[in-house]
């Protein structure tokens, strides 16, 4: 009998052994990576295993920070909270290489040229494939030749009007959310058009992702349509957390 106990006990532990090691096998975890933009090298990169971390982009030599893209949140600021969830994440600090030319630069016998990039917020990527340039106007002569081509001719000023959704293959469509100039730490204006000014060489980013505010939006229609105890104004808090995220996300000013 005893022999059979100590059986059925060293099995007990070994089951256990096997569930805490799936355990640590499946815990979660968040990536952070310092990445060049749009396709450069890795600078540097790290874990977040547990809990969540206060992380300042790392400064590196003839390179600069542009923005992160924190689990699917974008951040201007170079420094985020970075929390590890329910399942495997990412978190990017993306930089531009100094000697890339994002602003007034050396134009070749052709003219200058605006260079775009579309890049997913929830997938943390660039496009690699394609064109985020739905229409251009006027588009005279001919300053931007059709896709999948991603730059603008700008021997004069051109409207270069984004694709209202894009797919990141494999991924489907998702919609547009703004443009974002680099090389400036100026907003670009709000709207599907970026104004590209005459002899420009600039390097812009086309954003994409799902709504970062509809939670707030079904929070408030939600009120709206059962109108509470004392009526709409009982909802203007849903409309001012609303109305803060649309603000910080860029749908309006």
Same mark, same amino acid.
């Given at each position: ?10 099995i ?9 090691g ?5 815990? =979660?975890?968040? %990536? ?5 933009? &749009?396709?450069? $090298? !890795?600078?540097? @990169?790290?874990?977040? #295993? *547990? ?6 982009a ?15 949140v974008?951040s ?19 930089y ?23 890049f ?7 496009? =690699?494939?394609? %064109?985020?340039i739905?229409?251009?106007? &006027?588009?005279? $002569? !001919?300053?931007? @030749?059709?896709t999948? #081509? *991603? ?60 709504d ?42």
């Open positions: 009998m005893k022999t059979i106990n100590k059986i059925a006990t060293y007990a532990i070994g089951i256990l052994a096997v569930v805490a799936a355990g640590v096998a499946n815990a =979660a975890k968040v %990536t952070v990576t310092d990445q060049t933009f &749009p396709s450069g $090298p !890795v600078l540097q @990169s790290t874990v977040v #295993s *547990t809990g969540c971390v206060t992380s300042t790392d400064t590196f030599p003839d390179y600069e920070f542009l923005f992160w893209d924190n689990q699917g974008l201007w600021s170079p420094t985020v909270s970075i929390c590890v969830g329910s399942g495997n994440t990412t978190a990017t600090a993306w531009l290489a100094l000697g890339d030319c994002t602003g007034t630069c050396g134009c070749p016998p052709d003219g200058c040229y605006v260079t775009t990039f579309a997913s917020i929830d997938h943390d990527e660039v496009l =690699a494939s394609g %064109t985020p739905a229409l251009v106007a &006027p588009n005279s $002569p !001919v300053a931007w @030749s059709g999948p #081509s *991603t730059t603008v001719l700008t021997n004069g000023a051109e409207s270069i009007s984004a694709a209202s959704a894009l797919a990141f293959p494999p991924y489907s469509a998702e919609p547009f959310r703004y443009w974002q100039q680099l090389g400036t730490s100026s907003q670009t204006p709000i709207g599907v058009v970026y104004q590209a000014g005459k002899n420009s060489t600039a390097w812009v980013i086309a954003f994409y992702g799902p970062p505010c509809q939670i707030y939006r079904e929070e408030l229609q939600s009120c709206e349509e059962q109108d509470g105890e004392g009526g709409h104004l009982n909802c203007a808090p849903f409309g001012k957390e609303l109305q803060a995220c649309e603000v910080q996300n860029r749908e309006i000013d």
